[in-house]
């Protein structure tokens, strides 16, 4: 009785599995021609299925698609007929079943044991492959999110069929921005995957001055280009150059040029190159290099003799050479080509690179517009360093404005200074322990690192630097000692690794003008501090009692000891100043390098060189300073990009012949406040 | 005649008697007791700690002789004696590197030419900054002589170009300090890159094996090597004091004392600032010839600017003026730094801590010398002066 029901059931399925393959449409026709490359896809061979579903175009291939990608595709084993599964109902004894839906119409198919059908389970290659397949579909959908996502997609990885969908939804799409995107990718991939050389042309030039990165990521791949030798130049090439060996050198554009002094370049071919691409072309017989004449001499060694010649004497270019010509007399080896020969033949032959792309007018614009895109480039370059220049400027302002005041008007060379600066910073940490709101913890640093360097420097001055007034050649030696006592109780404190000194959020960005003009908000906010600091030191120097005072006191104590000024005081507090904003340094330059013991060192010789080079007391001086060695190391760094070492070392160089020519700093003292 | 000369000025200078006997004295007691030639109480590595101490007061004598008597306080002389090292460590490497070359080609398919022979030692020594080429200055590190002579001449042309140009423009007192700061920061900024041919912040290493010495011990390398620190010591001690006893050394310290009033007296103050200047660097540079392959590796952190300042500290500390007190400074500080940084003093336990020396000793050193500097600014030879004098002058 059940087997009966059991026998019916089966043949009512197979009745309604059977119909609708009857009458096979058009969609199904396709997916049972490719169903055995669905059922077990891989990635490169799963290629012409989706062109086949992506050019089939309807809501049926998209909805397949979906699914496919989604794992939601199921096929009946015994017919490897394509199915959704609309649920998974258990039975009361316990069996799974499946509800199944037609791939194409969505009606139900009746419900089959889940043991039956098998699911579809593309690998993420495979995956990759259909969500790309899926992008003209997407482009086409309602929802704008969706159509941003898939021209996403699009851009990582382009495909020639992606041309027409995205013309397409270019055309109807009403979003502005959406529209420019799309727009661009439609230039991209016209100019990587277009077909009309025309077409083409004038995509190259609507890019005409822009900067960005992925415009020339775009364009430089159209003058990729091969080197060839013949020995007459062809006619029927786009020729990208004509390459002179040791003479020409090859431009970004591929173009060929000249050596210049300004830009160290090699030449593109060396004789030894040149020839052997001679070679590989069958123009010429192989040059037998000496390791290749090596290795016959050596496979032809018979008891130590070479051809009758003693192993032992070949200790010298000539001799092998007269050991091999002996084995070419005998005919066991291939003639050698002589330098003259080789000479005479490399100037026999045209070598030339041809680009790979073919149209002349394709590679014609790209390298317009490449060219009118470099200058730019140059002049945004130029524009970066001097940034760049400034920012560091800055830096080495800030380093050296409180030494500007301890060495600049007090003429006591303090060795300890960078300790502040570090001891600033190491402030700084210790209040982000206890604060974790960062922005307030910076506000409470700065004040706070003032005070406790101000007092360092203060009984700094009292204990030590009041007794060496007259001997500024042993405060030197003294406050060395203080120095390095200082970084070593740092480094028993805090440890050797280096403690973070975490920016607020809103100095973490940059401001970015192009893909190649950007400032970090941390270096804005340096140059700013910088600047402030200027203006407070001028103020503090010309505009008030404090400041006439120091300068009285430094002129002549005697003498302004005797206008009712006590010059200890004066000079401590001047000290002390001077100090604390060292601390204050010490905190913004904590934000941006790794705070740790040595950080004061690092930059103790740029700022005594950068108050030296200004001018010794004189504010302005300090600033001129670090502007000129500022400015000159990225100067010279741009030569030579890759070397900051030798920058420093030919920056440093520099400075020592600059104060040979003018001791006293760029704006000397004169007169009264000069003689020392 | 010359005999007579002489033996007056040892008895008018009876430090150098005094020095010389304490010398051989030390000498020959740790001959007898190191492991090359006696009973082998002292390690080799303290032996070879003792022979880099009898540099360190070569130059310390230098140091002195530049600034304790000339006032020029240069914090430079660390880079020539680095600039020493490092020509006498070129040429250890490479003749070195040639011999393992051709002992290794002894079963090679062919014998090496001339030119196969220079590239394995260039790849031996540069392979680890990923150069194979040898660079231009090596052009002599295969011959001794020239090396040695490079010692005296690198350096002696460096400190009188330096010297011409500073003195010239009349860069004195401070700025002179920072100047010549700057160019040894310079110089060793420059050797730390990877393509100034002498292997970046690697350096020159293995300079504690002689070439063609392989079987001599080490134990006997280094007491040899001591003793012909302590030979050098002596003879640049004799020269110091006769510098310093002669009419030039008047000149130069009345430089120090005034710098206008000796030029006003007719003399030429910038040649005699650049002769002692470039002597003082030749000193040094010696002095780092002997010492580097007793130290076994040489790298350019070893010519940063603070070495040049520990220098100072430690004549300040001897005691500047007087050429024994450069020795003392020298031997007391750099003994006692490598007893306590070595870790062999003993902790002290205080109750709420230790204190390590490996950690406080800087902080002891740096405080010290601030008293020094203060209280005691003609250093450990002050206390000389309190002594009864011996013989008369």
């Known amino acids: ?676 | 005649m010359e005999r007579t000369i002489f033996t007056k000025f040892l008895f008018r200078n009876p430090s150098i008697l005094i020095f010389l006997g304490v010398l051989s004295v030390v000498c020959i007691a740790v001959t007898i007791l190191g492991e090359g030639f006696g009973i082998g109480i002292i390690s080799t590595s303290f032996i070879k700690t003792l022979g880099k101490t009898l540099c360190l007061c070569m130059i310390a004598i230098a140091m002195d002789l530049v600034w304790g008597f000339c006032g020029i306080l240069s914090l430079g002389h660390f880079a020539f004696f680095g600039l020493g090292g490092y020509m006498i460590g070129m040429w250890l490497m490479f003749a070195r590197t040639k011999m393992i070359v051709m002992q290794a080609s002894v079963n090679a398919a062919l014998p090496l030419t001339p030119a196969e022979i220079s590239d394995a030692v260039g790849i031996q020594i540069f392979g680890v900054v990923g150069g194979s080429d040898i660079p231009v200055i090596w052009s002599f590190a295969d011959m001794f002589w020239a090396q040695i002579a490079l010692v005296v001449l690198v350096p002696g042309l460096v400190a009188f170009v330096f010297g011409w140009l500073a003195f010239r423009s009349r860069v004195n007192g401070v700025y002179l300090s920072i100047l010549t700061q700057a160019m040894t920061l310079a110089l060793s900024l420059y050797l730390f890159q990877n393509d100034s041919g002498l292997r970046g912040n690697n350096g020159l290493s293995g300079l504690q094996n002689i070439p063609g010495l392989d079987d001599v011990p080490q134990s006997l390398l280094s007491i040899s090597f001591f003793l012909a620190s302590a030979f050098a010591l002596a003879v640049v001690y004799i020269i110091a004091t006769a510098v310093t006893k002669s009419k030039l050394g008047n000149i130069i310290e009345g430089i120090r004392d005034n710098e206008a009033r000796v030029r006003f007296l007719g003399y030429n103050v910038e040649s005699y600032k650049l002769f002692i200047f470039v002597m003082t660097a030749i000193i040094a540079a010696v002095a780092g010839a002997l010492y580097y392959p007793q130290a076994g590796i040489i790298n350019p952190a070893e010519l940063a600017p603070i070495a040049s300042i520990y220098l100072a500290v430690w004549v300040a500390i001897g005691g500047r003026g007087r050429v024994y007190g450069a020795v003392i400074g020298a031997a007391f500080v750099s003994l006692l730094s490598s007893y306590f940084t070595g870790g062999q003093a003993p902790d002290i336990p205080l109750g709420f801590g230790t204190i390590r020396w490996t950690e406080w000793w800087l902080v002891l050193l740096g405080f010290s010398f601030v008293l020094v500097t203060l209280y005691a600014p003609k250093g450990i030879g002050g206390l000389v002066d309190r002594l009864p004098r011996l013989g008369g002058r």
Not at chain 1, 69 to 96: C, E
Not at chain 1, 168 to 177: C, F, G, Q, R, S
Request: hydrophobic share 50%; with cysteine; net charge neutral.
């Open chain 1, 1 to 676: 009785m059940i087997r009966f029901f059991v026998r019916l059931f089966l043949l009512s399925l197979s009745i309604a599995i059977a119909l609708p393959a009857m009458a096979q449409s058009d969609f199904e026709e396709v997916l049972s021609r490719n169903s055995k490359l669905i059922q077990k896809s891989s990635s490169k061979t799963v290629g012409p299925v989706l062109e086949e579903l992506q050019n089939f175009g309807s809501n049926a291939a998209e909805n397949f698609l979906y699914n496919w990608k989604d794992k939601a595709l199921y096929f009946i084993k015994d017919t490897g007929q394509f199915v959704y599964v609309a649920s998974f109902p258990v039975s009361a004894d316990g069996k799974k079943s499946a509800v199944l839906r037609h791939v194409e119409t969505g009606e139900a198919l009746g419900e089959v044991l889940a043991s039956t059908i098998k699911q579809v389970k593309p690998n993420s290659g495979v995956r990759a492959k259909i969500a790309a397949a899926m992008v003209p579909f997407q482009l086409a959908s309602d929802d704008a999110e969706l159509r941003a996502a898939s021209l996403a997609a699009l851009s990582r990885d382009f495909q020639s069929s992606h041309l027409l969908p995205l013309k397409k939804a270019i055309e109807v799409e009403t979003l502005p921005d959406l529209k420019e995107q799309m727009k661009r990718a439609y230039i991209f991939g016209v100019i990587g995957y277009g077909r009309d050389n025309a077409e083409i042309e004038t995509a190259i030039y609507s890019l005409e001055g822009d900067l960005s990165l992925d415009v020339r990521a775009a364009l430089n791949p159209l003058l990729v280009s091969q080197v060839l030798v013949a020995k007459q130049l062809p006619e029927d090439v786009n020729l990208a150059r004509i390459i002179i060996p040791e003479k020409t050198i090859k431009h970004d554009d591929g173009s060929a040029g000249r050596q210049s002094l300004m830009m160290s370049s090699e030449y593109e071919l060396s004789l030894a190159a040149s020839y052997d691409l001679m070679a590989a072309a069958g123009l010429a017989p192989p040059f037998i290099t000496p390791d290749m004449r090596n290795k016959i001499l050596i496979a032809a060694t018979v008891d130590g003799r070479i051809a009758g010649i003693p192993v032992a004497s070949l200790a010298s270019e000539e001799s092998r050479n007269q050991a091999y010509q002996a084995l070419v007399d005998n005919g066991t080896a291939p003639p050698m080509v002589g330098e003259a020969e080789r000479q005479k033949a490399v100037a026999s032959a045209v070598f030339y690179a041809v680009y790979d792309n073919p149209s002349a007018e394709v590679t014609g614009a790209a390298r317009t517009v490449l060219k009118s895109i470099n200058v730019r480039v140059g002049i945004y370059k130029f524009l970066d360093l001097v940034l760049d220049g400034l920012s560091l400027a800055s830096i080495y302002f800030l380093a050296a404005i409180g030494l500007a005041i301890t060495f600049g008007v007090m003429r006591v060379i303090n060795m300890a200074h960078g300790e502040f600066i570090m001891m600033g910073a190491y402030t700084g940490y210790v209040i982000q322990l206890f604060i974790p709101n960062y922005t307030l913890s910076i506000i409470v640093a700065l004040p706070a690192a003032f005070i406790i360097t101000f007092l360092a420097g203060v009984v700094m001055e009292r204990l030590v630097i009041r007794h060496l007034y007259k001997r500024p050649l042993e405060t030197l030696l003294a406050t060395f000692g203080i120095s390095i006592a200082l970084q070593q109780i740092a480094k028993n404190i805090f440890g050797t690794q280096a403690r973070p000194l975490t920016s607020p959020a809103w100095l973490d960005g940059a401001f970015v003008v192009n893909d190649i003009l950007s400032i970090s908000n941390i270096r804005i906010a340096i140059f700013c501090l910088g600047l402030l600091f200027l203006g407070l030191l001028v103020f503090v120097m010309k505009r008030t009692r404090f400041g006439l005072d120091t300068r009285a006191v430094t002129q002549n104590p005697a003498m302004a000891a005797s206008m009712g000024i006590n010059p200890d005081r004066i000079n401590m507090l001047t000290f002390g100043f001077g100090s604390g904003i060292a601390g204050i340094a010490g905190v913004a330059i904590g934000l941006f390098s790794k705070v740790t013991s040595e950080l004061g060192s690092d930059y103790i010789v740029q700022s005594f060189m950068t108050v030296v080079v200004g001018g010794v007391g004189n504010i302005w001086g300090t600033l001129a300073g670090a502007a000129m060695i500022g400015s000159l190391q990225k100067g010279i760094e741009w030569f030579n990009p890759s070397n900051t070492l030798a920058a420093q070392t030919y920056m440093i160089i520099f400075i020592i012949l600059f104060i040979q020519f003018r001791p006293r700093g760029i704006i000397a003292l004169k007169g009264r406040a000069a003689e020392e």
